[in-house]
């Protein structure tokens, strides 16, 4: 039986592979596109990393694995990272090993901590150091760690402005480990199914935006590591090149939790120390502006080196979920996008909001949030989620989806940055994701018959399935690209 070979890169798009094909480069990439098949790939709503890459290895849409966003609330208004779900799912390598097919799972976002399988599984993104149990086998980190003495999981450096080029050599070496990591793995180990995923690109084009040649070194660097792991793969494999999602100018932030205050859909509590911060924000002295302040004077190190930092020190000035004044708030906004919650007695125990009210108050958010549009805004697009999820896990999503000119305005972690409810980022990121990534779909010697021009990252499930000749479970969501 002919293999399969999947490379994801995340965050990949069309618009720097399209330009340096055009400009000569990435020999190895444009060599798969002419003798398969290049296609935009549509990725979840949102475009998120979590909910994309678990449609991927489930080939279901988010209601049926119930992975949304990083982070999912409870009843209570705990949050956890959402990705424990899919532990539950059956992933396309379960289905491969209970077919008898060997499988090698490298770096595959989100699958923390790596499960038994028929094959080799190593963990990557969410990993939380290398003492941890991130490869099954167990004893394969032994191995590896031996074979590859300067192996890591992340970047060790962060972004810098002043210094943007330490962060880029940083990411073009990872890069390099990675694809070593998994040429050894392809040539020392049985397999039937590879995957392995390269995140550098997702992290070069958020930060490295305002530069495309810093993003188009990381690209070329991707083409040429790729063509190494192309070379080792037998005559008639089945090759798959694809992202979770494209990419896309960051145009700023939305404060949703802002936008509702402003609009009367939240009130927070206006009693004690919360007077002092309502004092705050209308001086100038909000998290957004101390976060600018802090940038700017670059006192950042100062300020402990984990990743939301500096964002977490500026919220310790500003408002918090724990001050919304429950009894009178009818929405608020959680998540990367700011998605709405309409916080009903049913769904969240400290819920004010009867069910028979709820419909009317989704409406006018509907309402409000179109009246975004306009000279700055172009697109506002809402959707409630029953319109575009199905399965069990919906009940518990947020009730209202929505992007603005197609998702390149993100919200942010701190609830209320700023009494605005448009701001600047609170991090230095300008670039974020998009809706249409990438897929490239070839086999190695032979000419393959694709039957769509278009694919659905559910899509891919169901291609690997057919491939190999294993029947497609009744409950996927994505169809086979193979005619
Ligand atoms: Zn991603």
Same mark, same amino acid.
């Given at each position: ?75 209570? &208004? ?240 500003? &408002? ?164």
């Amino acid at each position: 039986m002919n293999p399969v070979c999947i490379i994801g890169i995340d965050g990949a798009t069309f618009k720097f592979i399209d330009v340096l094909i055009k400009k000569g480069k990435l020999k190895n990439i444009k060599n798969l596109i002419e003798s398969g098949e290049k296609m935009p790939l549509i990725t979840t709503l949102p475009p998120l990393t979590p909910s994309a890459w678990s449609s991927f290895m489930t080939g279901k849409n988010p209601g049926k694995h119930g992975v949304l966003d990083f982070y999912e609330l409870d009843n209570n &208004f705990n949050y956890k990272i959402s990705s424990f779900k899919l532990k539950k799912q059956k992933k396309l390598w379960n289905i491969l090993s209970e077919n008898n097919l060997n499988s090698i799972v490298y770096f595959v976002p989100f699958t923390y901590p790596p499960e038994k399988i028929k094959g080799i599984m190593v963990s990557g993104f969410l990993t939380p150091s290398l003492k941890a149990k991130f490869t099954y086998p167990v004893d394969l980190k032994e191995e590896l760690l031996k074979k590859f003495p300067n192996y890591r999981i992340s970047e060790n450096t962060r972004f810098n402005r002043k210094n943007p080029d330490i962060f880029l050599n940083d990411i073009l070496n990872l890069t390099e480990i990675h694809s070593k990591v998994m040429e050894y793995l392809i040539k020392n180990k049985d397999w039937d199914f590879f995957m392995g995923v390269f995140m550098g690109i997702d992290h070069a084009q958020h930060w490295f935006w305002y530069d495309k040649e810093k993003i188009e070194k990381v690209y070329e660097k991707v083409d040429e590591e790729l063509g190494r792991i192309i070379s080792n793969l037998p005559e008639g494999t089945l090759i798959i090149i694809m992202s979770d999602h494209g990419f896309q100018k960051l145009k700023g932030h939305f404060y949703i939790n802002s936008f509702l205050l402003n609009k009367g859909f939240l009130k927070l509590k206006t009693k004690g120390k919360n007077l002092l911060k309502f004092i705050s924000y209308k001086t100038g002295l909000s998290p957004l502006r101390l976060s600018q302040i802090i940038f700017k004077l670059r006192l950042e190190k100062f300020i402990k080196k984990d990743k939301e930092s500096i964002g977490k020190t500026a919220s310790k000035v500003g &408002f918090s979920y724990a001050d919304i004044d429950w009894g009178k708030t009818f929405a608020f906004g959680f998540g990367y996008y700011g998605f709405l919650y309409v916080p009903d007695k049913v769904r969240f125990n400290f819920g004010k909001i009867d069910l028979k009210e709820k419909d009317k108050i989704v409406e006018s958010l509907i309402c409000s949030l179109k009246e975004i549009e306009g000279k700055f805004v172009k697109k506002v697009e809402v959707w409630r989620k029953e319109e575009i999820y199905k399965g069990s896990y919906v009940e518990k999503f947020p009730d209202l989806i929505y992007s603005i000119d197609n998702f390149s305005f993100v919200s942010s972690w701190v609830p209320f940055p700023d009494f605005n409810y448009f701001g600047p980022s609170m991090t230095e990121k300008t670039g974020d994701h998009e809706i249409e990534g990438i897929l490239i779909i070839s086999q190695k010697g032979r000419k393959l018959k694709i039957n769509k021009k278009r694919a659905n990252i559910m899509d891919v499930f169901p291609t690997v399935l057919q491939f190999f000749k294993i029947d497609i479970p009744s409950d996927t969501d994505g169809s086979s690209l193979l005619t």
